[in-house]
């Protein structure tokens, strides 16, 4: 069965450190993996998709970026966080157009 | 632009009661309603619902979907405590590549109280 990790579960960083969020997959491939954003008492924002290695689309522009260096694994960056960049983290993967199972989430902390 | 919205925003009900909770949508090119369930962690999915009037069904949870209307409905029967948390409600957006980006409603925050 696929299963989908993500980690560190828990992360509290200083405004403008950097930021490395990873995401993978178990159990499938050539999935499409998304990471969402989901602020305190909000709804669930994309951020990006990746339908293939290397294939990456923005959804809105931040100062966030993502990468897929392997066809399982998304990694979410920044290069200096933002006390806004706090949040919800959530990475997902669709077996179809269709249907997205989320992983267990990242909740950051930007102080 | 495509939209999806829930309702009500919350909800506050006793153990054993039923509860409905609505979803309605506008997007283009419509393929599939999804709901979900957050805890306090990541959403879990639930169903996920493309032909209007059959109901999918598991426990004691089950949704319908209309398509002429717009609209989809969760119900719960004999809630229970462990039901209580935030049920979301997406459809896929229409794009143009092969990755459906999911346009999510603002969810409902349910709470069974015992």
């Known amino acids: 069965s696929q299963t989908i990790h993500q980690w560190p579960a828990t992360l509290v960083q200083p405004v403008g450190s950097p930021l490395s969020l990873e995401c993978t997959v178990e159990?499938?491939?050539?999935?499409?993996l998304y990471w969402y954003r989901q602020a305190a008492g909000r709804g669930l924002q994309l951020l990006f998709y990746s339908v293939g290695i290397g294939q990456i689309s923005s959804e809105v522009p931040q100062n966030l970026s993502a990468s897929r260096p392997q066809d399982r694994q998304f990694i979410l960056s920044s290069k200096k966080l933002l006390l806004s960049d706090s949040g919800f983290y959530l990475c997902?993967?669709?077996?179809?157009?269709?249907?997205?199972?989320f992983g267990p989430g990242t909740r950051l902390l930007v102080l | 632009e495509d939209k999806v919205v829930q309702s009500p925003l919350s909800l506050v009900v006793h153990e054993g009661d039923t509860v409905t909770l609505n979803c309605s949508y506008e997007?283009?090119?419509?393929?599939?309603l999804l709901w979900y369930k957050q805890e306090k962690k990541a959403p879990t999915f639930l169903f996920m619902l493309?032909?209007?009037?059959i109901e999918k069904k598991s426990g004691r949870l089950s949704s319908i979907l209309d398509k002429k209307e717009l609209f989809s409905i969760l119900n719960i029967t004999a809630t229970q405590t462990g039901d209580s948390a935030v049920y979301l409600c997406?459809?896929?957006?229409?794009?143009?590549?092969?990755?459906?980006?999911?346009?999510f409603g603002s969810g409902t925050q349910l709470t069974v109280l015992p």
């Open positions: 997902a993967w669709g077996p179809d157009q269709e249907t997205q199972y």
């Open positions: 159990g499938t491939s050539n999935p499409n």
């Open positions: 997406a459809v896929p957006r229409t794009s143009s590549g092969s990755a459906r980006q999911l346009t």
């Open positions: 997007v283009t090119n419509f393929r599939s």
């Open positions: 493309t032909s209007s009037g």
